[in-house]
């Protein structure tokens, strides 16, 4: 049976006598200490989530209709939900991950992780080029607020990269 590249992994679901289907693919685990792997994933993906919602809720000076903060912002909520959903598929996977969910994982992480640093610093060069020649309109706490909250998307998006290249898969019951 021939299916698409896309579909494949359907191949490695097997129905059983009882009509149930069963997972017969291959299974791996991550290397090292996967448990604080996870952990510390998941507090950088959902803490840039949480940045990215609250720099989307801060009204500092020259945030509104300009296409430097909203393009970069749009970037920055895509690459935020990449990075929550396959950081939950991981999460959900357990300590046995299905082959095509690492798969996905592998294609999808890093270039989410590099879209969190790159969008939020963009936007971090554009307000900062803004409120050195239109000064803070007033609002210089919320400006300060503003920036800080894009200099740790940068950081955060960064750090996540760095957890995200520092995955190590094994095959249970393989030793190289």
């Known amino acids: 049976m021939k299916t698409s590249k896309r579909w ?12 149930e289907y069963i997972y017969t693919g291959r299974v791996y685990t991550l290397a090292g ?6 952990q510390r994933l998941a507090a950088l993906a959902f803490g840039a989530a949480a940045a990215v919602i609250a720099s989307g809720c801060v009204n500092a000076a020259g945030l509104s209709n300009t296409f430097y903060v909203i393009l970069p912002y749009i970037g920055e909520v895509a690459a935020a939900f990449m990075l929550c959903y396959n950081t939950v598929r ?7 991950i299905k082959a095509h969910v690492r798969d996905a994982v592998e294609k999808y992480l890093p270039p989410a992780a590099l879209a969190m640093m790159i969008f939020p610093a ?6 900062t080029v803004f409120l050195i020649l239109n000064g803070t309109e007033g609002k210089p706490l919320l400006c300060a607020l503003y920036l800080a909250a894009k200099a740790a998307l940068t950081a955060l998006g960064l750090l996540a990269g760095r957890q995200v290249k520092a995955l190590r898969w094994e095959e249970p019951g393989k030793s190289e």
């Open 8 to 19: 494949g992994y359907l191949n490695d679901y097997q129905k059983t006598a009882s009509g």
């Open 90 to 96: 991981l999460l959900a996977a357990g300590k046995q």
């Open 122 to 127: 963009v936007s971090l060069i554009g307000s």
């Open 33 to 38: 200490d996967g448990r604080r792997y996870r």
